[in-house]
């Protein structure tokens, strides 16, 4: 295991310019995930707990149909730097092509269903399920077509550029809260509907692969032949796992306790998403380079540096939040003060989320057996200690613990299948002299194979 610690991946690390697109990454959406904090304690601030319950049960619902992607933004992840890092620029864009027919579509399905269950409310004079309805049409569209448009970002101009977008977010979700302390329930509908879909537009706006519609059933299958199982085990860790706690909070202990868990949710997907906005810059780099040397070593040694850097300032983090998330709470949002205990406790996904970065490796070198194995794996134990905690009366801290249980659980078996891959690969002196070399961290000399069409 010594060739993965080679000093030459240090110098080249700090030499190139990845490091510095994913700090510049990082360091806006910490902006963003800072100005949407901002954005959960003052709406909690206007709204009481069983407002913000009937509210999350939407949320719920859209983390549940966010997987109508049907894979293609993971297909699109592994698929668009393997073509451009071989030269094929015209055969990137017709995937991309093919891709945005699907999501398009899926769009207009959406928002046809949502509207009109909205236009019943609206007959029913049920004006909160109504607005309930259109916020649900705005995000759920928002996140196929935003999330499609986002896996086209892939170079370091392009994270600069996609970070900035980010704290455009936060800024309009920051600007949107002026409607609470008039709107109460209505003004957090408005928020859910408003910024995802300005986001979206920028994200648009700013798209790196501009493309026109084109379905060719071959290209869209090379896209999501990998891209279903993937994109169905990445669902499954991700929005299917906090839809479920939701479910089991609401479930167990009702719509009020749904609501003071509200304020532990957006916690824990702004912190999840900030360490997650890491990975997605180094992602890139490593499909290339397994592309290239077609060696799992020389991308598990990609993931040091940014692992071992990933963990230390998260931790810092959550040493933050301890000392201070406690009296900021009780200030200022006192209603949910009981929901403290559990907010605290859910600081620790960034740490543990930071520990897995080295999935990518997974997700760039095509191992769905062991994707799906550490993802299946942690989520069957949090939903065995979920259930157990639910049936005995247990709270908002244990369902939080069940969760956090699960998560580590799936960060130590991505370990323990690198290990195995690793050992069973025993690599050639050439290919490790390859992946020794300096020109693996060089931005300038990779730049050409990942440059932007614009």
Not at 295 to 309: D, E, G, S, W, Y
């Amino acid at each position: 295991m010594k060739f993965l610690l080679h000093s030459a991946d240090v110098r080249g690390l700090h030499s190139s310019g990845i490091l510095r697109a994913a700090m510049v990454f990082m360091g806006g959406n910490l902006v963003a995930t800072v100005l949407m904090g901002v954005g959960a304690i003052v709406q909690a601030r206007f709204v009481g707990p069983d407002a913000m319950g009937l509210f999350q049960a939407f949320i719920t619902i859209t983390g549940y149909l966010t997987f109508l992607h049907l894979g293609v933004f993971d297909g699109l992840q592994r698929e668009l730097p393997l073509r451009l890092g071989r030269g094929d620029h015209a055969a990137a864009e017709d995937a991309a092509a093919a891709s945005v027919c699907w999501i398009l579509l899926a769009c207009m399905l959406c928002s046809l269903a949502f509207v009109g269950l909205a236009l019943w409310s609206a007959i029913d004079l049920n004006w909160w399920q109504c607005a309930g309805w259109i916020s649900v049409a705005c995000i759920v569209s928002s996140a196929l077509y935003g999330g499609y448009l986002m896996t086209t970002y892939r170079t370091s101009a392009h994270f600069t550029r996609l970070s900035l977008i980010n704290m455009s977010k936060g800024g309009v979700s920051a600007l949107t809260l002026f409607a609470l302390p008039w709107l109460g329930y209505y003004g957090l509908c408005l928020r859910a509907a408003i910024t995802p879909v300005i986001h979206t537009l920028l994200l648009h706006w700013g798209r790196p692969l501009p493309v026109r519609p084109r379905f060719k059933l071959s290209e869209y299958w090379s896209v999501i032949r990998l891209g279903l199982p993937f994109g169905l085990i990445g669902y499954a860790g991700t929005r299917f796992w906090s839809s479920l706690e939701s479910t089991f909070v609401l479930s167990a202990l009702g719509m009020s306790s749904l609501g003071l868990f509200s304020i532990v949710f957006l916690a824990h997907q702004a912190m999840f998403n900030l360490v997650n906005h890491f990975m997605q810059v180094y992602l890139p780099r490593v499909t290339e380079e397994w592309g290239r040397t077609r060696n799992i070593a020389c991308c598990v040694r990609m993931c040091i540096a940014p692992t071992f850097l990933a963990v230390t300032s998260t931790l810092l983090l959550v040493a933050f939040c301890w000392v201070t998330i406690g009296p900021f709470v009780k200030w200022v949002i006192p209603d949910y003060v009981d929901a403290l205990p559990a907010l605290e406790w859910a600081c620790l996904i960034m740490p543990i989320t930071a520990l897995r970065l080295p999935r990518i490796v997974f997700l760039a070198t095509g191992d769905i057996r062991g994707h799906g194995l550490s993802i299946g794996t942690g989520l069957a134990v949090f939903v065995i200690a979920a259930l157990a905690v639910s049936t005995q009366g247990g709270g908002l801290v244990d369902i939080v613990f069940a969760s956090l249980l699960g998560q580590l659980v799936q960060s130590l078996m991505y370990y323990v299948l690198l290990y195995i891959r690793l050992k069973d690969s025993a690599p050639s002196v050439a290919a490790v002299s390859i992946c020794s070399s300096a020109e693996v961290w060089d931005s300038k000399k990779a730049a050409p194979q990942t440059a932007s069409p614009d």
